[in-house]
T-cell receptor
Framework: NAGVTQTPKFQVLKTGQSMTLQCAQDMNHEYMSWYRQDPGMGLRLIHYSVGAGITDQGEVPNGYNVSRSTTEDFPLRLLSAAPSQTSVYFC????????????FGQGTRLTVV | DAKTTQPPSMDCAEGRAANLPCNHSTISGNEYVYWYRQIHSQGPQYIIHGLKNNETNEMASLIITEDRKSSTLILPHATLRDTAVYYCIVRVWGTSYGKLTFGQGTILTVHP
């Protein structure tokens, strides 16, 4: 049982490049989400999903796309990377929208130059 | 979701209890109090949650005041590995999924 796995751990992109951050969970959780964390700040929600085929925007969705074709995977796509997207990205999953705890991945540290 | 207020930093001696306060004076009757921590830029880790009764698990205890306007997370015997940023979050059950609103948290430093 690996929990929430994020790949890659580190990535450097040039401005304008696109890439996909991968997130996979093996706990059969319905709910998954993406956060970004900038230096000295708390986590901010980018997008979330309440189940396969269902996604919605969070607090800071601009510049990012998501899809949820399976329960296990929730990739985050950067369409045209900008320096403002330099951040640490965390994926999380939980069993439901209720009281249960959220499990977080170890993060992807992205630098856009 | 209700806003929370935490001290920016606290210190604790190893082996002593660490008591981390959180103010949530605008909390509603159906809002839970959650605590997470983040160790050195790792992914946040769930610690404990509660509604109105005090709660205890293998990691910590959560004490919620009777009026529910504040709470305290207690790490009974802090170790160096407990040095982390601790986040107090208030959230309505069953709604606002994904919207765990993380504030600045409290940086807890445990000293030898």
């Amino acid at each position: 049982n690996a929990g929430v796995t994020q790949t890659p751990k580190f990535q450097v992109l040039k401005t304008g490049q696109s890439m996909t951050l991968q997130c996979a969970q093996d706990m059969n959780h319905e709910y998954m989400s993406w956060y970004r964390q900038d230096p000295g700040m708390g986590l901010r929600l980018i997008h979330y999903s309440v189940g396969a085929g269902i996604t919605d925007q969070g607090e800071v969705p601009n510049g990012y796309n998501v899809s949820r074709s399976t329960t296990e995977d929730f990739p985050l796509r950067l369409l045209s990377a900008a320096p403002s997207q330099t951040s640490v990205y965390f994926c999380a999953s939980s069993y439901d929208a209720g009281v249960t705890e959220a499990f977080f991945g170890q993060g992807t540290r992205l630098t856009v130059v | 979701d209700a806003k929370t207020t935490q001290p920016p930093s606290m210190d604790c001696a190893e082996g002593r209890a660490a008591n981390l306060p959180c103010n949530h004076s605008t909390i509603s009757g159906n809002e839970y109090v959650y605590w997470y921590r983040q160790i050195h830029s790792q992914g946040p880790q769930y610690i404990i949650h509660g509604l109105k009764n005090n709660e205890t698990n293998e990691m910590a205890s959560l004490i919620i005041t009777e009026d529910r306007k504040s709470s305290t997370l207690i790490l009974p015997h802090a170790t160096l590995r407990d040095t982390a940023v601790y986040y107090c979050i208030v959230r309505v059950w069953g709604t606002s999924y994904g919207k765990l609103t993380f504030g600045q948290g409290t940086i807890l430093t445990v000293h030898p």
